[in-house]
């Protein structure tokens, strides 16, 4: 639809416009050949040239799409990677720690073990020397 517009009046605010709507008006058929350029015939020679640049370019995003697909693949194993170096590090330094506490463990049972032994000891003492007297007696009697 073409339109048409007029001017109403001027205000302080801004202006007014009336926009008329009115149905396309044709002269006659409009010629498509004055617009448009005339397409020349190709040669094969520029048709073959043509085709080589297509495939060129063709080429040329393959080995872009395997070059980054490559990058990819690289960036996967560097990742495996470091999990199972991260993994592995985790490991050795769980088995560092419960190695450390079976040994601490081991130290103060033993700790505990020659502490009992030498309270027994002291104990054994302290009776001989208690009775050793009567020994000496019991022992005279004999």
């Given at each position: 639809l073409a339109s048409c517009l007029k001017e109403l009046?001027?205000?302080?605010?801004?202006?007014?416009?009336?926009?008329?709507?009115?149905?396309?008006?044709?002269?006659?058929?409009?010629?498509?050949?004055?617009?448009?350029?005339q397409r020349r015939e190709l040669s094969m020679e520029e048709i073959q040239k043509k085709l080589e640049a297509a495939e060129e370019r063709r080429k040329c995003q393959e080995a872009e799409l395997l070059k980054h697909l490559a990058e990819k693949r690289e960036h996967e194993r560097d990742v495996i990677q470091k999990a199972l170096e991260e993994n592995n590090n985790?490991?050795?330094?769980?088995?560092?720690?419960?190695?450390?506490?079976?040994?601490?463990?081991?130290?103060?049972?033993?700790?505990?073990?020659?502490?009992?032994?030498?309270?027994l000891q002291e104990k054994k003492k302290k009776l001989t020397f208690s009775y050793s007297p009567y020994l000496f007696l019991f022992s005279l009697s004999l």
């Open positions: 009046n001027k205000r302080s605010s801004g202006q007014a416009f009336e926009v008329i709507l009115k149905p396309p008006s044709f002269d006659g058929v409009p010629e498509l050949n004055a617009t448009m350029p985790f490991i050795k330094n769980a088995k560092e720690k419960l190695e450390q506490k079976m040994e601490a463990n081991k130290e103060n049972r033993e700790a505990l073990l020659a502490a009992m032994l030498e309270r």
